[in-house]
C-alpha cells in the first residue's frame, strides 16, 4: 500500500508500484489521484496535454501504466518520497505557487472539526476566518 499526497488530498494505492525514483500507477488510479489521463497525444489534465519527447515517453508511459514522478518532474514539479517509498508526495511548481501567493486566495484544504465534521475552506469564501496553526519544531 502507497500513500500518495497531491493538490487533490490523500488517496492510498494498492496497485501503486514505487521502483526507485519512479512511482507506477495504473491509468486510472493516476487519474483519480492527479487528474492527468493518458491519452494518445501524452498525459492530459484541463483541457492541456503534454507531449512527450521520444525517449522520454516510454520512461513515463509503460502500456496503461504511468510514472506519475517522472511526470511531475519533466513537468518542472517537486516530488517527495519516505525512505521506504510508501508515502509520496508530488508537490506544485514555485512558479503556480506564486501566482497563489499574488492573488492573496489561500488554497482550499478540509479538517475536520473535533466531532468528526469535514469542514473546507472554500466553504467560508467572502467571511473573515481565523486560522490557527501549531507546530512542534
Do not use: N, Y
Amino acid at each position: 500500500m502507497i500513500t500518495l499526497v497531491t493538490d487533490r488530498g490523500e488517496v492510498e494505492l494498492a496497485g501503486a508500484e514505487a521502483a526507485g525514483e519512479a512511482l507506477w500507477l495504473r491509468a486510472e488510479d493516476a487519474e483519480a489521484a492527479t487528474g492527468w489521463t493518458l491519452k494518445a497525444e501524452g498525459p492530459c489534465r484541463d483541457g492541456v496535454c503534454v507531449p512527450l519527447p521520444p525517449g522520454r515517453a516510454e520512461a513515463i508511459v509503460r502500456g496503461e501504466r504511468l510514472d506519475v514522478a517522472g511526470l511531475w518532474r519533466h513537468l518542472g514539479k517537486p516530488v517527495a518520497r519516505s525512505t521506504r517509498g510508501d508515502v509520496w508526495v508530488l508537490g506544485e511548481a514555485a512558479r503556480e505557487r506564486g501566482a497563489a501567493l499574488r492573488s492573496l486566495q489561500a488554497p482550499d484544504f478540509a479538517l475536520p472539526d473535533p466531532a468528526g465534521r469535514l469542514h473546507r475552506l472554500s466553504d467560508h469564501r467572502g467571511k473573515k476566518v481565523l486560522l490557527v496553526t501549531w507546530a512542534s519544531w
